[in-house]
């Protein structure tokens, strides 16, 4: 087999990796692991296609119960911009569930960041 043809043969089989790529997490703001001196406005999640936010909720360390946040878009969208409640400091976990648009592949995740007292 020719290099060119065997290139051609070992391309085509891993197409079919790229379609079982599902939405992932793919910036945030705050950002995970971020030490932070003022509490944010709003969370930011930006995924790498298109998926409904079906879930979002925020625990503080040493809280018994996680907070829902909300409302969520209903829409399909690759970015969500949702308002932050006011936070005191402490450590913070982001919890999000995502369904893909294209799939309904379900995807969830977390961010974790530190807000400092102020000073």
């Keep these: ?9 070992m391309g085509l089989t891993l197409l079919p990796l790229t379609a079982l790529a599902h939405a992932h997490l793919a910036e945030a703001t705050p950002a995970n692991g971020s030490a932070l001196a003022t509490p944010p406005t709003h969370f ?7 998926a409904h936010l079906t879930a979002l909720s925020l625990l503080r360390e040493g809280d018994a119960k996680a907070r829902k946040l ?3 878009p209903t829409a399909a969208s690759t970015s969500f911009s949702i308002p ?3 936070l005191a400091a402490g450590a913070y976990t982001l919890n999000y569930r995502v369904v893909a648009a294209d799939d ?3 995807s ?9 007292p102020a000073p």
């Design 1 to 9: 087999m020719k290099p060119a043809t065997a290139l051609l043969v």
């Design 44 to 50: 930011l999640l930006k995924f790498s296609e298109a």
């Design 70 to 72: 909300g409302p969520l």
């Design 84 to 86: 932050a409640p006011k």
């Design 104 to 106: 309904n592949h379900l």
């Design 108 to 116: 969830s995740g977390t961010v974790k960041f530190r807000l400092s």
